[in-house]
């Protein structure tokens, strides 16, 4: 433009960052995603930062429900607002660090996000900076101290923020109750410093509540609600077992024998050859996760490698047989289509397999980010525990999990193991968990028992109650911190109201109806029967395994356990659950009452137990 002068404030005004986080939701509106979800989970966390200096809290949210998007806009919103550094801590796996910075650097968010290691290397503590720091000593390490060089060079480096992807894993203190931290706890501590800002986001909370972990407070937690596409632990785990589900189940007899497996993955090979006929050629993924061991891993891809050298051959009674299997299946689960087109496409493209084994040996050496991204129409995945937790997989179309444990399943890990959650719903009909039966239920219960938690939490519960039972733990024993956590024998109490006679007549009326409790909540309140465990207990309606007592009146107690209902170890033992009235009672209701007048409405699972951190 002819005679325009240089103008430097002109030129730095124009250039600088503004409104990156609602050019991050537009988007993610622009690519059809949902925004309303973020938004929520963004200015509630805003919230939480308002009153300034260190500040410790959770978003947590379902398994695959899109957190990477959250985050990503959380972090535009955070620079938006004066924070210079944002430091991102991953899981220490490779992979998952690519893929999550992969997901950044594609957002088009400034500045771009850079690994620890470049951070150090080009010292940028004092500008803005998106950091993203694998969660192990020598990283975290490395990181303070050039965070310390830096300011003993005078650079103004700011207090940073730390979010903390799966914020529940290495970074709770394991030896808590020893008196000592852990050195990972210890580093991200010192990172965090006196005037830090800590976001843990995770989908399994519950280890953060019990070990306290920086000092974060349940009552400014954040949820983050998953997108209307999500499908999760309502599709794969309904609460009834006898509900019927909207995928494939196959349930494996033999354990996942090899033979199990080798049919498995015929199937999963007819499935793509039917989702992919015409013009469609999309590539799809399987995963194995039978064991954490490398051992194991050998087996599996040795299972994979063989029965793909098997179907290349095109000769012998081998090939023969599984080619007649293709054809069988396809005929079984595609009725309407061609068998013989759907075999010959699987036995025509089986060349192009691609075969990924994802564990600790993958991840010390030569990686690359798009490796959970399926490359070819047949793309298979062996793993253990790299793959339970944060990895993404693309068009991920079955699963073949077998990997149970002798004793206790840890539930926030079998949750976090759940790859198949996501949005789903394109191909759902078509995907396929092949399971053990028991083991299948037993991971049912874990969803079932973690949602009946974070409803507590939903319901604004200072202490949320975390369930367990004999089999199935709520988070490693070392992490619970045990001078602050309560166990109590399977019980949940309410908010105390006026007793009134009617509550009885209802539940003598209906004492296996969820008619009755709806009844009852209309006296008591919200408060007094919450309406979560009203809905919870809908699967129930009608069978024996509801049981509502009339009310217990105490007698025996004094002092505050009669005047405020509350006991340690509970009210409902054997007798006032009535076994001889309830003989299949596992999910019973009883209102205990004090002779002032006043009472509690308790809920007790049988063999169950509650875990919350006292007040």
């Given at each position: 433009m002819d005679g325009e002068q240089f103008d430097l404030e002109a030129i730095k005004s124009a250039a600088s960052l503004k409104?990156?986080?609602?050019?991050?939701?537009?988007?993610?509106?622009?690519?059809?995603?949902?925004?309303?979800?973020?938004?929520?989970?963004?200015?509630?966390?805003?919230?939480?930062?308002?009153?300034?200096?260190?500040?410790?809290?959770v978003i947590y949210g379902d398994p695959q429900s899109g957190k990477t998007e959250m985050m990503i806009c959380l972090t535009a919103k955070l620079l938006d607002d004066g924070n210079k550094v944002v430091v991102h801590l991953m899981n220490d796996s490779v992979d998952l660090l690519a893929q999550n910075l992969d997901r950044f650097s594609t957002s088009g968010l400034s500045p771009a996000p850079i690994n620890s290691v470049e951070a150090i290397k080009k010292g940028i503590f004092d500008q803005e900076a998106i950091i993203f720091c694998k969660k192990n000593g020598r990283n975290l390490a490395a990181l303070l101290e050039a965070i310390d060089d830096a300011r003993e060079k005078g650079q103004s480096v700011d207090s940073v923020v730390v979010i903390d992807d799966e914020a529940d894993f290495a970074s709770p203190n394991s030896k808590i109750n020893s008196g000592t931290k852990t050195p990972i706890n210890e580093y991200i501590d010192t990172l965090i410093g006196k005037s830090g800002i800590y976001i843990g986001v995770t989908a399994t909370p519950a280890r953060l509540n019990l070990n306290h972990t920086f000092d974060n407070k349940p009552e400014h937690w954040v949820r983050f609600p998953a997108h209307t596409h999500y499908t999760g632990q309502d599709t794969?785990?309904?609460?009834?077992?006898?509900?019927?589900?909207?995928?494939?189940?196959?349930?494996?007899?033999?354990?996942?024998?090899?033979?199990?497996?080798?049919?498995?993955?015929?199937?999963?090979c007819v499935t793509v050859a039917q989702l992919n006929q015409g013009d469609t050629s999309d590539n799809y993924s399987m995963l194995f996760h039978t064991s954490g061991k490398k051992a194991q891993h050998e087996v599996d891809t040795a299972t994979i490698e063989?029965?793909?050298?098997?179907?290349?051959?095109?000769v012998g009674p081998v090939f023969v047989a599984l080619a007649k299997e293709a054809f069988d299946v396809a005929k079984q689960l595609y009725p309407a289509d061609s068998a013989n087109a759907l075999a010959a496409y699987v036995i025509g493209n089986i060349s192009k397999t691609r075969l990924f084994v994802l564990n600790s040996t993958r991840d010390r050496n030569a990686l690359t980010g798009s490796a959970t991204k399926p490359s070819s129409p047949f793309t298979f995945y062996v793993g253990g525990n790299i793959v339970s937790r944060g990895v993404t997989f693309d068009n991920l179309l079955s699963m073949f999990f077998t990997r149970d444990v002798a004793n206790k399943l840890q539930q926030d890990t079998y949750i976090q193991r759940a790859r198949m959650f996501g949005a789903r719903n394109k191909?759902?009909?078509h995907f396929e968990l092949s399971i053990p039966q028991a083991l299948y239920n037993d991971w049912q219960r874990c969803f079932v028992f973690h949602r009946l938690s974070l409803k507590s939490i939903e319901n604004k519960l200072e202490a949320p109650a975390w369930v367990g039972d004999r089999r199935i733990a709520v988070a490693a024993p070392s992490s619970i911190?045990?001078?602050?956590?309560?166990?109590?024998?399977?019980?949940?109490?309410?908010?105390?109201?006026a007793w009134d006679q009617e509550l009885d007549v209802i539940a003598a009326a209906g004492p296996h109806s969820i008619a009755s409790l709806t009844a009852i909540q209309k006296i008591v309140g919200e408060d007094g029967l919450p309406s979560y465990l009203v809905e919870f207990l809908q699967q129930y309606d009608g069978q024996g395994k509801l049981a509502i007592h009339t009310s217990y009146q105490?007698?025996?107690y004094k002092g505050d356990v009669m005047?405020?209902?509350?006991?340690?170890q509970g009210f409902l033992g054997n007798n006032q659950l009535e076994p001889v009235k309830f003989p299949d009672g596992m999910h019973h209701v009883r209102i205990i009452r004090n002779s002032s007048g006043k009472a509690r409405v308790f809920f007790k699972i049988k063999d169950a137990t509650f875990t919350k951190q006292v007040v």
């Open positions: 409104n990156r986080y609602e050019k991050q939701l537009d988007a993610m509106e622009s690519k059809g995603l949902q925004s309303e979800f973020v938004k929520e989970a963004v200015e509630g966390s805003l919230k939480n930062l308002a009153g300034g200096g260190k500040t410790a809290f794969f785990f309904p609460q009834n077992l006898e509900t019927s589900v909207n995928f494939r189940r196959v349930w494996l007899a033999n354990g996942g024998s090899e033979t199990e497996a080798r049919s498995a993955i015929i199937r999963f063989k029965l793909i050298q098997d179907l290349r051959g095109h191909y759902l009909e911190d045990q001078t602050t956590v309560q166990v109590e024998t399977g019980e949940m109490s309410f908010a105390m109201f105490i007698q025996r005047d405020r209902i509350e006991r340690r």
